[in-house]
């Protein structure tokens, strides 16, 4: 890791359709991403089948982190923490990401950061713009729906 650098997360999405893994660095912003979509294995049914996205993700998953710290420069070693989508997802999808993200910090004594994936969509407007909180904001994304208490 080059003297300097800030935290440095690996991220891994695979709640649905799409194997997601990037290394982000708090300093220097985006490393690297990569992304693996499985829209052409579904479309001959219609929509997702749980399944086959849950084996296309174990697959995928751990070529693509290696492809990513590759390309970010970064060992395993330099990962301060490891954030993932800890749903509302598929369940296949879930279970291969956590095993996944569990892991790997065990390993290296990073820290484990749940993140969750509507919470996530919902924030996504303050990367790119920054308004002022409280914000107000509806997801209609897919079929998902949970209700979160107030904290």
């Known amino acids: 890791m080059e003297k300097g650098s800030g935290m440095r997360v690996l991220g891994i999405e695979t709640s649905c359709d799409e194997t997601g893994i990037a290394v982000y660095d708090e300093e220097q912003g985006l490393l690297a991403h990569a992304l693996h979509s499985q829209v052409d294995m579904h479309a001959v049914y219609g929509g997702v089948v749980p399944e086959l996205a849950s084996r296309d993700h174990v697959r995928r998953i751990i070529p693509l982190i290696k492809t990513v710290l590759h390309e ?8 301060s923490g490891v954030a993932y989508t800890a749903g509302p997802g598929l369940i296949g999808g879930d279970m291969g990401r956590l095993t996944t993200a569990k892991a790997l910090p065990l390993a290296a004594g990073q820290t484990l950061i749940d993140v969750h994936s509507l919470e996530a969509h919902a924030l996504m407007a303050r990367l790119a713009r920054r308004p002022a909180l409280p914000l107000l904001f509806l997801l209609n994304f897919g079929r998902h729906y949970q209700p979160r208490r107030a904290e």
């Open 72 to 79: 970010a420069r970064t060992s395993a070693s330099d990962i």
